[in-house]
């Protein structure tokens, strides 16, 4: 049992002696999701603020609210006479509103190895890749991301969000554990870094995949973008490494946040040297070849089913991941050699023996598409001497409508 002065005791903030005995189930951001014995966290958003829905939070069973400057309770409970909760005050709310949960869940991240990608593209498919090696390697990994949810059981459930709110992502640490999870792979988005939604967590491993146009709707300009992006870097500590892409210009910003907070830096590159390498690279219909070098691996063959460069790139990104968090060499490379395509990611479409080939992908910004098509149009000249591409392509959302132009 876990009582609202424990947590203000370890945490911070403030609460009255005689509101701090209330004992908390569990700890919710989305009113919605209250249940009975609950601590809602009222946080302010960009559009819309936490505390418009505290009597709703206190109507579905919550005793206490999280806020950030203390508020008449009276006035949000007007509509309910004698409604009550304990109110917890900290200036810091959302920074530590994940703390809060993992104490209530029992700090189940502290049993897990935690790799975390962030990066404009590839994030998915990294991670896709990072969980079949861990699995492969008998590292009990689950994975969590734009995907799905796939925890120890196998199971993928979905997800509303490519990175989990901080409350939710306590929950699902702890069911990995339960599970007899020992690693976790997740992906970070940008907004995800901004919103604080992993303060506090203990990454092993930050990965970085590239920086390409992408959010500028939220984060306003490229640099602050970046910024947004390094903040994963600087959320590791001295024994934590970050898995760098060096072939991309905004490498040289993660490694400095990465060393500013105490962290090893480990470079990949499919241009030139790097911790870890891929040279000799052969890409087809069928897959790609390629040299795998350094970390242990001595410049070993290696045919990959995912086409094109850029996941060579994702490949190496996860293979130098799994290789830090404990995984051999070998079963590294056996991995890379038997990893499936990610869902979406360049998906094959099967289609017989029409004599045409058919693949779905995701990509969603100007620089994943141009890399899409430019493969596939590669590829295709390779096999067919000229075949027809033919492409589709959506940009929903309503968000960054400057991308649109680019993409089209």
Same mark, same amino acid.
């Given at each position: ?11 911070? %903030? ?14 919710? $951001? ?16 960009? /559009?819309? @603020?936490?505390?418009?829905? $505290? ?8 005793? !206490? ?6 508020? @008449?309770?009276? &006035? ?12 917890? /005050? ?23 190895? $935690?790799?975390?990608?962030?990066? /404009?593209?590839?994030?998915?498919? &990294?991670?896709? $890749? ?17 995907? *799905? ?12 969000? #490519? ?19 020992? /690693? ?13 939604? #992993? ?20 984060? %306003? ?11 994963? +870097? ?11 892409? =060096? ?13 500013? !907070? ?30 795998? @070098?350094?970390?242990? =691996? ?50 094959? =479409?099967? &289609?017989?023996?029409? *004599? +045409? ?9 100007? @620089? ?24 589709? +392509? ?15």
């Amino acid at each position: 049992m876990v009582y609202l002065s424990d947590l203000v005791q370890k945490l911070g %903030g403030s609460c009255s002696i005689a509101e701090a005995g209330a004992s908390i189930n569990d700890v919710k $951001i989305d009113s919605r999701q209250v249940g009975v014995g609950d601590l809602f966290a009222a946080l302010p958003g960009k /559009t819309v @603020d936490g505390s418009r829905y $505290i009597a709703e939070a206190a109507a579905r069973g919550a005793v !206490a609210v999280l806020t950030p400057h203390e508020l @008449d309770l009276r &006035t949000v409970n007007l509509d309910m006479p004698g409604l009550y909760m304990a109110q917890w /005050t900290h200036p810091g709310a959302r920074k530590i509103v994940g703390s809060a949960a993992a104490l209530v869940h029992g700090e189940p991240a502290r049993g897990l190895r $935690i790799a975390g990608v962030t990066g /404009t593209n590839g994030k998915t498919t &990294t991670a896709h $890749i990072l969980g079949h090696l861990l699995d492969y390697a008998g590292m009990r990994p689950a994975v969590l991301g734009t995907a *799905g949810n796939r925890l120890s059981d196998g199971v993928v459930r979905n997800s509303r969000y #490519t990175t989990p709110d901080a409350t939710e992502l306590q929950r699902l640490f702890r069911q990995h554990r339960e599970g007899g999870g020992e /690693t976790l792979v997740m992906e970070v988005s940008s907004h995800a870094l901004v919103q604080d939604r #992993t303060a506090g967590l203990d990454f092993g491993i930050g990965i970085f995949t590239n920086l390409t146009r992408e959010h500028l709707d939220y984060h %306003g300009d490229m640099g602050r973008y970046a910024q947004a992006k390094a903040k994963l +870097f600087s959320q590791l500590g001295p024994h934590s490494a970050a898995v760098l892409n =060096i072939d991309d210009p905004a490498w040289a910003a993660m490694a400095r946040a990465a060393q500013e !907070a105490g962290a090893r830096v480990v470079t990949y590159s499919v241009r030139s040297r790097a911790d870890l390498s891929a040279a000799q690279l052969r890409t087809g219909l069928g897959g790609t070849s390629f040299a795998l @070098d350094g970390m242990g =691996i001595k410049s070993t063959e290696l045919n990959l089913s995912l086409r094109g460069r850029y996941n060579v790139e994702n490949a190496l990104a996860a293979g130098a991941a799994a290789l830090l968090m404990g995984a051999s060499p070998s079963a590294v490379v056996e991995g890379l050699a038997t990893t499936p395509c990610a869902p979406g990611r360049l998906e094959v =479409i099967p &289609t017989g023996e029409r *004599g +045409f080939h058919v693949y779905v992908d995701y990509a969603h910004s100007p @620089d994943a598409l141009e890399r899409v098509l430019k493969g596939l149009r590669h590829d295709l000249d390779e096999a067919a001497q000229g075949g027809r591409l033919i492409a589709l +392509f959506g940009c929903g959302g309503d968000r960054d409508p400057g991308k649109r132009p680019l993409m089209g």
